[in-house]
């Protein structure tokens, strides 16, 4: 079996001792997954939700959330691990990332392992299909708009004096039948009878199953060596292909590129709306025993209802 699947069904022991776990942020739904895989391998794992907790409402809605202090100060007591589920990784909301790691590095013991789950829109703009592929070494180009996300990264890293940091770039979060967006997008082809995509038909997006993703958050808890940036990517779609897949699901025919100003009004931007085009990789997941395993996303879609 592979670690996605022991990270999703408990089927094996943590490697190394069972571990305080803290996961806090923006957690939402994904943070069930999490916590399951975690717990069944034996880690004792403590939940501070954020001010919203229920899953996002759209996909064109941006929250911010807050993570109440004392209970995140409270359960810092004791932890080996810190996971700050942050930026725009499994679902569209922000964590006010600032202050959680204010209390982190205030409470938190030295030599605590932060882990924070960061974005994929922070792999930047390598214009029309995607440019060369990006590893961990290769230096974001953070979307105007989008500055924060990075900046949460940089702060994140700047603990490693006295903690351990561990910055996750999440690609796109799909899973059986798609998961929270592209089921999304199949419902509103559904309602509109034509799939739409942003950008241009060759831009190129990071795409990371969620069972991958939960397995990559597992190892990176329990191996002791773990520092530094991580890609958690499986594979690579271009805008085009994935539209269609999208009209698959759907059974709608047309396909169809957004306008900037339709796209705009869609999503009620009042200025330039981020664009993310990259071929992004991992390459530093394999020093740790993690690869990437689950179903494509093609497989995963044609499961869609």
């Known amino acids: 079996m592979s670690l996605a699947g022991q990270a999703t069904t408990g089927a094996q022991q943590a490697i190394g001792p069972a571990r305080r776990i803290v996961v806090t942020g923006s957690i939402a739904a994904f943070a069930d997954l999490l916590d399951s895989a975690l717990t069944a391998r034996g880690h004792d794992v403590l939940r501070v939700s954020s001010d919203r907790p229920e899953p996002v409402p759209a996909t064109n809605v941006m929250l911010v959330e807050s993570v109440p202090h004392q209970p995140l100060r409270e359960a810092l007591v004791g932890a080996e691990v810190v ?99 592209l089921s999304a997008a199949v419902d509103r082809a559904r309602n509109d009878g034509v799939s739409r995509y942003a950008g241009g038909p060759n831009d190129a997006y990071p795409l990371i199953h969620q069972d991958d993703l939960v397995a990559l958050l597992v190892r990176l808890c329990e191996d002791p060596g773990a520092r530094g940036v991580y890609h958690a990517v499986g594979e690579t779609i271009e805008a085009a292909e994935l539209a269609r897949l999208v009209a698959a699901a759907a059974r709608v025919s047309p396909v169809q590129l957004w306008s900037d100003e339709d796209l705009a009004a869609e999503l009620q931007a009042s200025g330039p709306l981020p664009r993310v085009s990259v071929r992004a990789r991992s390459t530093r997941g394999t020093t740790i025993g993690w690869s990437a395993t689950a179903p494509s996303v093609v497989h995963e879609m044609r499961r869609t209802p």
């Open 83 to 181: 996971v700050l589920l942050t930026g725009l990784g499994p679902v569209l909301a922000m964590v006010d990332d600032a202050a959680a790691l204010d209390l982190i590095e205030a409470y938190a013991a030295a030599g605590v392992t932060l882990i924070e789950l960061s974005s994929f829109a922070v792999f930047g703009d390598r214009g029309p299909g995607g440019g060369a592929p990006v590893d961990e070494a290769s230096e974001p180009r953070v979307p105007a708009g989008l500055e924060p996300v990075r900046a949460a990264e940089l702060r994140t890293l700047a603990t490693g004096e006295w903690l351990r940091p561990v910055v996750v770039r999440s690609g796109l979060v799909y899973s059986a039948g798609g998961g929270t967006l």
